[in-house]
């Protein structure tokens, strides 16, 4: 398997954890609705309407480097219900075991970076670092990456055009976020491989949670579906935003419910001129090739 490392992660630790044959795996570009789709499976998994405590003391990132080994091991194996574990390693650094249920989900390239740039500012870095330093004895790896701009339309060609190399715990430009997508789509013909876009979960959440419902092979009470699925919605995600938002009972944020910020389209094309458009889908089309399509049109595109 390939290695991804960086201050954040480290995908080293997959090739310590002992999977069970029933495990589910979330593997996602950072900001493509991780967290979104950690609460539906667990929702689905659990048959609660409501998860009642953080989800990130239920599903961890495994790889994530905040906690020590010992701690998100022995989290998961203390656990007796069906395990749903997160990680952004794309799918070539992480384990293939046929019995084990792998969920992708990507966004927009440019959704994904705005909501980066938010991510990044709501991060409380000292408390970052405090964490990291208290899990490893291990100092992070040295990288050198430039600083993005601060404009909004800079930092989006900056990140249409840069090449910073991938660490697990990104995308950090478009070049990485299409290598892990690439992963995702040479791995979409696997029985146990089920790709999903954010965009057809924010038009069609009822659509979607039902194929994640089939993916899990949980069945669906007609009864009490409508309560799940507005239990699913990024609003109510937000009004519970100290349970939902991810390692947020480590005071990781500056505000749990910004975590949640906006979700949906970002106005991305007010910032960049047509040219620049034009570029990034001519980048995007070398970049992922034929997973492009999915890229921009989610499952009509796959379905095609």
């Known amino acids: 398997m390939r290695r991804y490392r960086g201050f954040m992660a480290d995908s080293a630790r997959w090739e310590r954890f002992t999977f069970r044959p029933d495990d589910v795996v979330i593997s996602t570009p950072s900001k493509c609705g991780t967290t979104w789709m950690q609460t539906i499976v667990g929702m689905l998994l659990h048959d609660r309407v409501e998860l009642d405590v953080p989800i990130s003391t239920i599903s961890p990132w495994l790889d994530m480097l905040v906690r020590s080994d010992e701690e998100v091991f022995g989290l998961l194996e203390g656990q007796t219900h069906r395990r749903f574990v997160k990680t952004h390693t794309p799918l070539d650094g992480v ?27 709501n991060m409380i870095g000292e408390r970052a670092v405090e964490l990291r330093t208290a899990a490893t004895d291990e100092p992070p790896p040295e990288q050198v990456r ?12 900056w990140f249409v055009d840069n090449d910073v190399p991938p660490t697990g715990s990104g995308p950090y430009g478009l070049e990485d976020y299409c290598q892990q997508v690439s992963t995702y789509w040479d791995a979409r013909l696997a029985p146990n491989v089920h790709l999903f876009h954010y965009g057809d979960m924010w038009t069609d959440l009822d659509g979607e949670m039902r194929m994640i419902a089939a993916a899990l092979g949980v069945a669906i009470d007609e009864d009490r579906w409508p309560a799940f699925v507005a239990s699913a919605t990024l609003t109510s995600m937000r009004s519970r935003a100290a349970l939902t938002a991810p390692e947020a009972h480590l005071g990781l944020w ?22 620049d458009v034009v570029h990034f889908e001519q980048r995007l089309g070398a970049l992922a090739g034929d997973a492009a399509g999915w890229v921009l049109g989610g499952r009509t595109a796959l379905n095609g």
């Open 146 to 157: 430039p600083d993005p701009p601060e404009d909004p339309g800079e930092f989006l060609r």
């Open 95 to 121: 384990p293939v075991v046929d019995s084990v249920t792998y969920i992708c989900v990507i966004r927009h390239p440019l959704d994904v970076a705005l909501s980066d740039r938010d991510h990044a500012a």
């Open 254 to 275: 500056q505000s749990a419910e910004a975590f949640f910020r906006t979700g949906g389209t970002r106005d991305w094309a007010a910032l960049l001129t047509a040219a």
